[in-house]
């Protein structure tokens, strides 16, 4: 088995996920299609030499049904011979399609591939995949869960509780977000992976401030969950929380040997894999385990890797990540996150790859881990080394 190795990745500028938003017109196909282009054509390669496009996609209803990697394949113009499917692992889609991708390389099963996501919840609004009076759960889920499981707001609200995190610590890691966000955006670190020119990502707050964070309302009160919950204490804002949002993101990966056959430099290699489950109410802290079993798996510790990307989905996913992976957050997220760049839910594990590749190169490092949360408490990790 040989290596698999990343040889370009770019995104989209990140747009409001509301009408009116920068993307907003865009047909989601269209929009994933854009990028497809603009990544081979970045490359310099024939999309005739793609063996597989895998895709995530989180609401996959609407428009964003029908596998709609393959109809936007065909809307980048590939040829009709480059398949394509689509994956769901919610928030983490794209990750996954990464995983697949590269593990399809060093498996030897493609020698060519390309890991990408997309999500336009302007247009296909979360959780309208879910039939009303429907239960995506099925009985025995629910007999098994007897009291009932929660929306990730809640599980947010649960977790700030757990790891004994103030309103205070989470908007003050929101505020660093948009302030990283927002310099380096006037730095110009985000110029190579946004692949059009003269649009940013459109809900950075260059001008927040903690008090005006400290300002905004608990957005998941319920009195009902208040009686289940009593010692919630109501910290998650939508200044604290990630943005709604409409966005792709695409990565191109290899085998080294293609990539030498082809001219073309590899810029980091794929080092180790891992997924972990966790409990499902809690939901968003499976990226504990998942990083303690990649750097297992990896031969790696904590303090080997230079830069981490996890997803921002809720400010004390980080937190309560950090506390117990001992991470130094002054490498995490150092472009700013999700809270700040937003979060179209299936193009974030390829955005996060891609803004990981960057910075590890605009950095001189070496190892960079990603991992994000999935809802049904699941989380992927990823380590990637620069090359």
């Not at 990697?69 to 590939?78: D, H, N, Q, Y």
């Not at 990226?287 to 303690?292: N, Q, R």
């Not at 990896?298 to 980080?318: C, H, M, Y």
Request: contains cysteine; aromatic residues 6%; charged residues 20%.
């Amino acid at each position: 088995m040989g290596d698999a190795v990343i040889v370009e990745a770019v995104r989209t500028p990140i747009g409001k996920g509301k009408p009116g938003g920068g993307l907003h017109e865009e047909h989601p196909v269209d929009l994933l299609a854009r990028t497809l282009k603009s990544l081979v054509e970045r490359a310099g390669i024939d999309p005739a030499l793609v063996d597989d496009v895998v895709g995530g996609v989180v609401t996959q209803v609407g428009e964003q049904a029908v596998n709609l990697t393959r109809s936007a394949v065909l809307a980048a113009g590939f040829p009709e011979t480059v398949p394509a499917t689509t994956v769901d692992r919610q928030c983490g889609s794209s990750q996954q399609a990464i995983h697949f991708a590269a593990q399809g390389v060093i498996s030897g099963a493609y020698d060519v591939a390309i890991a990408c996501g997309v999500e336009s919840m302007s247009r296909v609004p979360m959780g309208s995949s879910v039939l009303p009076g429907s239960n995506p759960y099925g009985p025995s889920v629910s007999a098994r869960y007897p009291d009932g499981l929660v929306g990730q707001g809640i599980s947010a609200e649960l977790i700030a509780t757990r790891w004994k995190l103030d309103r205070e610590q989470l908007d003050a890691f929101a505020y660093e977000s948009h302030r990283r966000a927002a310099k380096a955006w006037e730095g110009g670190e985000f110029d190579r992976e946004v692949a059009w020119t003269g649009q940013r990502d459109e809900t950075v707050r260059p001008n927040t401030t903690p008090e005006v964070l400290a300002g905004l309302k608990p957005a998941y009160y319920t009195p009902a969950y208040e009686e289940r919950f009593p010692d919630i204490g109501w910290r998650i804002t939508a200044g604290n929380a990630s943005p709604i949002n409409d966005g792709a993101a695409a990565v191109l990966i290899m085998s080294a040997e293609a990539a030498a056959r082809l001219g073309l430099r590899p810029r980091a290699r794929f080092h180790s894999f891992a997924l972990a489950g966790d409990d499902p109410l809690l939901m968003l802290t499976a990226v504990i385990p998942a990083t303690e079993k990649v750097l297992g798996r990896a031969g790696l510790s904590i303090s080997d890797i230079d830069l981490f990307e996890v997803n921002e989905a809720f400010a004390p996913v980080v937190l309560s990540w950090a506390h117990d992976t001992g991470a130094d957050l002054e490498k995490v997220n150092v472009r700013g996150g999700a809270i700040a760049i937003g979060h179209p839910l299936g193009a974030s594990g390829a955005r996060l790859m891609t803004t990981l590749l960057h910075a590890l190169e605009d950095r001189d490092a070496r190892f960079g881990l990603q991992t994000m949360c999935e809802a049904g408490g699941l989380a992927n990790a990823t380590i990637i080394e620069r090359v």
